[in-house]
């Protein structure tokens, strides 16, 4: 964390200096989202850092979400929550998912036996652990990190969107009216410049924009249950899939406290268009079958915190805005829509809430820089293609997922492929595997073999290295916080320690002239990293560095005092593989990355391409000066 | 954590249930804590904990510390800090002293030269990072925990403690009178069983019991700022010592977010009856002298955060509480004083805050546990045994230490005599060197040799472990929550897997009883680990332990449900030495460790000496049943 840049404040860090607008309840907004789910709050919270963009964000609902929900989080959400400053908060409550138990009758089909436990976060998949937590804990994060931004953003609840329209006003051409719930008869209308969608399976933005969802709806009916039980079954703290020879199966997902148990109930198939409430499904019926599917084992239910029954509909719409849309037939989005909103499935694969917040994750930095005047709205359209494409991808992965848990294997080759499947697909579900495509953000990869370990499209994989200045073990990545800023990292070939005329000395002087790539893109009277940061990486052992030696440009002074930013420069760790093995990165030439807001890799170059970064910053965000 | 076992409740589970009297300002209590420093704060956290004591803590200034004072955090502090629930805050925004630099003039005196640079703390010393945060956020975190706790806990400002007598009064015997500073002419006051004077060097509380500060106070005047610099001296975000050839010495004490340092400057020996006051020092001076021992590197100050100049006295009472000189020659002692008010010291050790804490971490669980009816009052008497030994000798440590950093080193001998002292010193300056001696409290070293790394009278050594029934990587130590409770850990001989007929499985039989030591000094209808906590640690790897075949006190059925707390058996760490072997833990014959509710070592003792636990035990603890 840094703080005291512009003087010394007392107090909590964490809390931004009030904007003179805080609190305030505009008519006119920069950014509204519809809906307070996980999609909701990770784009408020992501323009929260943003002091200069004015936003609301609205829910039908009377307040925050209390219970129930999903609540797998993965290690790429654990990695973007470190990002935001509360990735501790989720570890230290949360229950870790370390391994997973596979169940199943015995040879002669009797009982139940442990078939298999496999370790669930394959090693160095991720920094982060895979991670349960009520869903509801997670919002209430987000809402202190936007009540902690400077303009102390939180909720209107009581405000369902009823009409959403579009027109030709230049400035907001958004127009949304609300139903006031808690003034019945009364509505409220907010104009907005960008409107986003975060309203849930049943979106009212997606009807506005004319959008639907596509894709057969499984016909698998499920129950889920959070409960406090009693079980002589040995693996009740342990992410457990049973499946019993008659009774169906059953996945058990211990939860955060180290009481509460959540369970997965496979129930009858829905036939025709029979739907999950013509089931009247009980808590009841739900603790009968899972006791049924676990006997012999005894399960005693002491309380029900939440349940819910799920008919699983894999559906996805075809675009994630309005462009072409727009009631004027404009291109330009100005609407987006974004989780449930515009993708849903089955909770099964745990990747409901992980995904809403990845789509946000995906917009909010876009939507800030174009606001900010930092880049060209064409970045606006990525969006759509970017994460229509991953939804898809979902889609398919989770209707597979679904009928491999409602088929019941009949033969020990199937039970094999189901477990080599939960296996197979355990980066899939981390959130790792995400891979952009090759387009305006994210470059081909000619270069890739000089970094090989970090994959041109995805996102940037941590390690841990030492900062220089301060001798501090760290992990590279929880550098990179959800700041809106672009990276580009610098990985020194062998023995330059940046003293001049090495290959970082001769890039720092290529990227800081005045006529040069950063000062082109920074506004004037902002810190020379607040739109690119740029960072090293050495080979030489930390107390063999000279920090003295380094170029201005890794030890830039900032703020309004001109203090030194003393942690641009890393070193190896001081024991362990290094993150130049870690991550095979090109030990003689080195390498340069550049890393998107987001932390996905958008290129991977030779250390003096600085034309070719320049190129692609040319294309995508907007010179502020003379440069 | 574990939460939920009464039930699911929604929100922070760090926040109690709300107690009846939460918030309510009562005028007798059981506690009375006067000042609001760390050793207070320290104290009211740890009685918050419970709900059924009634507490108040008062101080003088009219809000809490905003700046300055005390910044070390000793290892062992962090290790408290876990306890108490908030060490990951004080690692997330602190600075980490990971090395420490030592900086002289060169061979022919010119100049300055980083001589060495070392490790600051040593490997394995603790699981917890050396930490420098402004004592003021030290205080927010106590504060929050307070908050938190089921009375709602919060300071009462603006009142100055002016007299304190002891009573007849069989309940309430203390008699605490204020003056009320936000209402001049008013006074107030509180009637206490237990009085805790934590006022500081200037003690009301002290005086009142008759005690005085002894030693010398050293003639040294040390100046004290906090300051965002601009420098080129290349280590000024490592903890640096540096003496200058003709100019003293300065400390570099690197700080929080980034920015911020604070320097320990030498200024000249006070002489004769002169005070730190007469010499009118200013920041500019500070400053200055600062500019000429850094020579020839520059340093230009930005902003002075906050400064002050020191005299360095060493004083010590001969006893903290009024045992023997309460008003009425009692000897069970009833008032108490904590911290500066029976300590001062130097600031050169960064031992000031951490000593404070420890005082009451000390006192805090013995005057629970006489409060709550457990223990009888006799342990009351061990404070003040356990606490002035301490400090005693951290006065003898201190003076060591202000005088080797006054005295500038001659010769080639005394700079390496520098150093050696502070690296010697790196595991008392941490804190984990603490050794409480033989006594009621602490057994005899006689099968000390059956676990080698756990210092029976110092405190428990964590190491990493696998905790059984969820395979989640933790430390050890972390299961040891300041709750008032005493563990009994029992480690396993080899093969020995729990199973019946085992060491353990026998252990767990003799304890559990309805005659036995866990039933005779637990309440009726609470918790069979409510007052002490048995866990137990096993050398098989955990994927080959059968949970189900642990003795049923390992797996205990609690609260109003019945539901099975999960948390009470380990495994060894998956990579890496294993906790036999890093804290020397006799594999064949295994052992058994008392651990005090503040986690100090209490008895090592073969597996099967229930005995000479049941022996411990009666003499501290009061029998609750027939037992
Ligand atoms: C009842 C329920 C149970 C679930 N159970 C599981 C589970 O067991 N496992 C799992 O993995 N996932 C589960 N999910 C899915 C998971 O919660 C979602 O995938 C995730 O919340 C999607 O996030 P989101 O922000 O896109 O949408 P949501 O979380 O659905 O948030 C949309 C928000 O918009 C609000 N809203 C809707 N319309 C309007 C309007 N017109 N005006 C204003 N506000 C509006 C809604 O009230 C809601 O708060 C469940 C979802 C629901 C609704
Ligand atoms: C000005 C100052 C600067 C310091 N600088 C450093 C430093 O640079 N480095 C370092 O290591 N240590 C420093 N210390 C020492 C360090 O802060 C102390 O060792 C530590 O705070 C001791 O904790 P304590 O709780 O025992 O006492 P304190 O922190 O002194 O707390 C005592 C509290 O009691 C209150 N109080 C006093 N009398 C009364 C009364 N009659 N009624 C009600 N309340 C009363 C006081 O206002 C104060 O808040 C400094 C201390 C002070 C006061």
Redesign the interface.
């Known amino acids: ?5 512009n ?2 404040t ?4 964490a809390i931004a200096p009030r904007h003179p607008q805080a609190g305030e309840t505009l008519d006119t907004v920069d950014v509204l989202i519809v809906g307070c789910g996980p999609a909701g709050l990770t784009l408020a919270a992501q323009l929260a850092a943003f002091p200069e963009i004015s936003v609301r964000i609205t829910e039908r609902k009377p307040g925050p979400l ?2 129930g929900q999903a609540d797998g989080i993965a290690c790429r959400s654990v990695e973007m929550f470190e990002a935001f400053g509360f990735a ?1 908060k989720v570890m ?2 949360g ?2 998912v ?2 997973v138990a596979f169940w199943r009758p015995g040879a002669q089909g009797e009982g139940l036996q442990r078939a298999d ?1 496999i370790q669930d976060v394959a090693d160095d998949l991720s920094e982060m652990p895979h991670v349960i937590l009520n869903q ?2 997670v919002h ?1 994060f987000y809402l202190e990190k936007m009540q902690n931004g400077a303009r102390r953003l939180t909720p209107d609840y009581d405000r369902a969107l009823t009409t959403l329209t579009r027109t030709d006003d230049p400035d907001y051409p958004l127009v949304a009216t609300f139903d006031c719930l808690d003034a019945p008869g009364e509505t409220e209308t907010i104009r907005a410049r960008y409107v986003v969608g975060c309203d849930g399976a049943r979106s009212t933005v997606r009807k506005s924009i004319g959008h639907e969802l596509h894709g057969e709806s499984a016909r698998q009916l499920w129950g889920v249950m ?1 409960v ?3 079980t ?1 079954f ?1 693996d ?3 992410k457990a899939a049973i499946q019993s020879a008659t009774e169906g199966s059953i996945l058990i997902i ?1 939860r ?5 148990v959540r369970l997965y109930i496979e129930l009858d198939a829905l036939h025709g268009d029979e739907r999950a409430a013509d089931r009247n499904v009980s808590a009841e019926m739900l603790i009968e079958k899972a006791q049924a599917i676990l006997a012999p084992y005894t399960l005693e239910v ?2 029900v ?2 349940w819910s029954a799920y008919e699983i509909g894999q559906r996805v719409c075809d675009g994630f805005d309005d462009s072409d849309r727009g009631g004027n037939g404009a291109s330009e989005p100005r609407i987006f829509i974004a989780g449930d909103a515009c993708h849903t499935h089955s909770p099964k694969a745990g990747q409901g809430m992980n995904v809403s917040m990845a789509d946000t994750f995906n917009l909010g930095w876009k939507v800030a820089a174009v606001l900010r005047g930092q880049a060209r709205p064409e970045l606006l359209q990525s969006y759509s293609e970017e994460r229509q494409a991953k939804a898809q991808e979902l889609i398919d992965f989770d209707r597979d997922m679904a009928r491999l848990f409602s088929a019941k294997p009949q033969t020990k080759e199937e039970e094999a492929q189901f477990q080599a499947y939960f296996q197979k697909h355990g980066r899939y579900t981390a959130g790792v595997e995400t891979q952009y495509a090759p387009g305006l953000l994210i470059g081909d990869a000619a270069h890739q073999a000089l970094a090989a370990g970090q994959i041109v499209g995805k996102r940037f994989h941590s390690a841990p290295v030492v900062r220089l ?5 760290v992990q590279l990545g929880h550098a990179f916080k959800a700041d809106g800023r672009w990276r580009l990292l610098a990985f020194a070939p062998t023995e330059d320690t940046g003293e001049a005329g090495g290959a970082i000395a001769q890039l720092c002087d290529r990227l800081d002239g005045p006529e040069e790539l950063l000062h082109r893109f920074t506004p004037e009277g902002t810190d020379i990293d607040s739109v690119i940061d740029l960072r090293a990486v050495f080979q030489t052992p930390h ?1 063999e560095m ?3 030696a380094l170029p201005a440009l890794l030890r830039p ?1 900032k703020g309004r ?7 641009k420069a890393f070193c190896p760790a001081v024991t362990g593989p290094d993150i130049f093995d870690l991550r095979g990165i090109n030990r003689a030439q080195g390498a340069l990355l550049v890393l998107r807001p987001d932390q996905y890799v958008a290129q991977v170059l030779p250390l003096d391409a600085v034309d070719a970064v320049a190129d692609f910053f040319d294309r995508i965000l907007i010179p502020q000066s003379a440069g």
Chains 1, 2 share one sequence.
């Open positions: 964390m840094q703080f005291h840049l003087g010394f007392t107090g909590d860090p209390e219970v501790e230290k409550e229950y870790w370390n391994e436990r509801a804990r209430d959070d406090l039980p009693v002589d040995p009740i703290r342990l211990p955060e406290g180290g009481y509460l002491k309380e915190a939440w200045a301060d001798a501090k073990p107390r000279r920090i003295e002074k005092y001109g203090l030194v930013d003393y942690e």
